[in-house]
Nanobody, 121 residues
Framework: QVQVVESGGGLVQAGDSLRLSCAAS???????MGWFRQAPGKEREFVAC????????YYTGSVKGRFTISRDNAKNTVYLQMNSLKPEDTAVYYC???????????????WGQGTQVTVSS
């Protein structure tokens, strides 16, 4: 059984920083971990992903230069450091496991329950 658990969400002001964590456990063939987010009334969208082995990272354009994804292989944990947060970053953030470095939801087999990030203006 694969478990994916996010933590670290909260309410912050515009310009603040927040770090999300995602711990993965159980048997998995994951090679990549990804972060997605879903704002109210919108579809879920890709944010970033990282390779467990190489550390290669991919970002969506709107977060490049502000968000950093990293991993701690020893802890099976991935982080999303979010700086210079904007109200439009408000969303439920999900962590997911994939065998591919992909921006597509359906390439991710296991998902966490999500953590709320709210950025006030």
């Amino acid at each position: 059984q694969v478990q994916v658990v996010e933590s670290g969400g909260g309410l912050v002001q515009a310009g603040d920083s927040l770090r999300l964590s995602c711990a993965a456990s159980g048997r998995t063939l994951s090679r990549y971990m990804g972060w997605f987010r879903q704002a109210p009334g919108k579809e879920r969208e890709f944010v970033a992903c990282i390779s467990w082995s190489s550390g290669n990272t991919y970002y969506t354009g709107s977060v490049k230069g502000r968000f950093t994804i990293s991993r701690d292989n020893a802890k099976n944990t991935v982080y999303l450091q979010m700086n210079s947060l904007k109200p439009e970053d408000t969303a439920v953030y999900y962590c997911a496991v994939s065998s591919y470095g992909s921006m597509r939801e359906y390439d991710y087999a296991y998902w966490g329950q999500g953590t709320q990030v709210t950025v006030s203006s």
